[in-house]
């Protein structure tokens, strides 16, 4: 395990509209407004997005397993906010569910779309210095401390 304590800076609510590609906005709201790092509640729905949801076998490094949805579905998720090699990086999992359905629930990476409204709530966090470094072993980014 490794930590580090940090603060609450600012907090930013945020509206998405019909057809936004919730991941690419929020990490250029983050660019634009200089996050360093935050978390990040979701509440809202969407018309379609790509999940990971889970490995192949648990095994490192891990497979993906694939999921998704086109049939619009309520919406909840929380995630983190740092900056990766490429840039600032959403690492956000969702609940999506639909009816009596049963609720697909995975980490965010593909094409995704808003239906109606996302709220998004952004808690900025100071003091931290967090990163995600690219980990050999896993094939993923990871949370890292400077």
């Known amino acids: 395990m490794d930590y580090r304590v940090g603060r609450i800076n ?7 509209d019909d057809g936004e590609d919730l ?9 634009r407004e200089k996050i360093e790092q935050g978390l990040v509640l979701v509440t809202g729905a969407m018309k379609k997005a790509e ?3 889970g490995p192949k076998e648990t095994a490192i490094p891990p497979e993906p397993v694939w999921s998704g949805f086109e049939d ?6 929380v995630g983190t906010l740092v900056q990766d090699p490429e840039g600032m990086s959403l690492h956000l999992h ?4 639909r009816g009596d359905e049963p609720v697909k629930v995975g980490c965010l990476r593909g094409e995704n779309q808003v239906y109606l409204v996302a709220e998004v709530v952004i808690l900025e ?3 931290l ?3 995600r470094i690219p980990d050999e072993a896993s094939g993923l980014t990871l949370l890292s401390f400077r």
């Open 72 to 77: 619009s579905r309520e919406i909840l998720g």
């Open 94 to 97: 969702l609940a999506a569910g």
């Open 51 to 53: 999940l990971v949801v």
């Open 10 to 16: 600012r907090v930013f609510f945020v509206r998405f």
């Open 125 to 127: 966090i100071n003091g």
């Open 129 to 131: 210095e967090a990163a």
């Open 23 to 31: 991941r690419t906005c929020v990490e250029e709201l983050a660019h």
